[in-house]
């Protein structure tokens, strides 16, 4: 690999969300995802909703990976917002994978 290359990466995560909790993590998905899709690098970002169990969702993002000869990887996989991180956290029956 060159000593600075960007290497696409995909991310899938799987959650379960409580079924009174739903419309309270489509809300913050919402956010998020936007958020997301507007960052530098982020090639694509969609939540995807299991039609056989609708309290599971899935997030699949496509990020550019700036890799340098100094360091593995040079890129915020994880969300920038802690208000994301908690409100998952709170929502979610299974722990994000």
């Keep these: ?3 600075n290359a960007s290497e696409p990466l995909c ?3 799987s959650v379960e969300i409580s079924p009174e909790r739903i419309d ?3 809300a913050v998905m919402k ?5 997301s899709r ?9 939540v995807l909703r299991d039609e056989s169990n609708p309290n599971k969702f899935i997030f699949y993002e496509v990020v550019i990976v700036h890799v340098t000869a100094s360091s593995s990887c040079v890129h915020n996989l994880a969300h920038p917002s802690k208000d994301f991180t908690n409100s998952c ?5 299974s722990p994000l994978l």
Aim: glycine letters at 4%; a negative charge.
């Design 11 to 13: 991310l899938v995560v």
């Design 31 to 35: 956010i998020d995802a936007e958020e």
């Design 38 to 46: 507007k960052e530098e690098g982020c090639l694509r970002f969609d």
């Design 1 to 3: 690999m060159a000593s």
């Design 89 to 93: 956290a709170t929502l979610s029956i």
């Design 24 to 26: 309270a993590f489509l």
